[in-house]
């Protein structure tokens, strides 16, 4: 009873904001308008847990959420709108959210290619089917290395530090949950083996890394945004961006 209650209190602590919001970089109707089911939305976030993520996997990104679409019957929130996104939070676990959830944070969207309308409905279907799953939070020592957000660690071995004795708040954290959908598709995230290159001494760093993340199923929000078999959509290039028309303060 006392461990459970020390890693609810501390996964309510991480979970704090600590940082301003971090500043959209697309307007808002252009999201709404180039978002497609089946896309990974990736989030800047700026709780004390999200400076860590950040911190151990270099990247920009903290956290991942699903786009299913408001036709996905995932429900609505209190004033209305559509639930259409679906991600895994280390306080609520895995949750539906309208998008204004995210309106005002730094995004990107991260595009699956070529996935079918049957794709679509096994990913909905594979996510409806895990909605209300809870976390077991009892691991009190893998919630507590978060509480040193910028632990001194070579930048080589930050992201194994990750994987080391990783229970299930750091599933919860990490895009375990996405990343679980897209193998039942058998859809590619990150490549099991990268080509050797003689030119790159870090080729071999980073097929080890690679290997390593597929064994631990433990998949970091900027792999999405690694991935050669993920597409980045700009929103406002979607739109038409024409730079002739752009207006500059004088």
């Known amino acids: 009873m006392l461990l459970n209650w020390l890693s609810r209190r501390l996964a309510a602590y991480l979970s704090k904001q600590v940082t301003e919001q971090s500043v ?17 939305l990736l989030v800047e976030g700026n709780t004390r847990i999200s400076v860590a993520i950040k911190y151990l996997t270099q990247s ?28 895994a939070d280390l306080e609520e676990g895995i949750r539906p959210l309208p998008l204004s959830f995210y309106r005002n944070t730094h995004t990107r969207i991260c595009r699956p290619i070529g996935l079918s309308d049957h794709d679509i409905g096994k990913l909905v279907d594979y996510s409806k089917s895990r909605l209300g799953h809870q976390y077991d939070l009892k691991n009190v020592w893998d919630l507590a290395r978060y509480l040193c957000p910028t632990p001194p660690v070579p930048s080589r071995h930050r992201r194994s530090l ?11 954290i990490c895009s375990t949950f996405i990343a679980e959908g897209f193998q039942l598709l058998r859809y590619p995230i990150l490549p099991v083996s990268l080509s050797h290159s003689e030119d790159d001494r870090d080729c071999d760093a980073q097929r080890r890394e690679y290997f390593r993340i597929r064994h631990h199923t ?16 700009k929103p406002t ?14």
């Open 162 to 172: 990750l994987a080391l004795g990783s229970g299930d708040p750091t599933r919860a």
């Open 218 to 233: 433990l998949f970091a929000p900027r792999d999405f945004d690694a991935s050669p078999y993920f597409d980045v959509v």
């Open 237 to 250: 290039l979607e739109q038409g961006f024409d730079y002739r028309g752009f207006r500059w303060a004088e």
């Open 60 to 87: 920009t990104w903290s956290h991942a959420a699903l786009y299913l679409g408001p036709d996905a019957g995932l429900g609505a929130a209190d004033n209305g709108e559509p639930h259409v996104l679906v991600e």
């Open 24 to 40: 959209r970089t697309c307007a808002w109707e252009a999201l709404e308008w180039v978002l497609q089911p089946g896309d990974v």
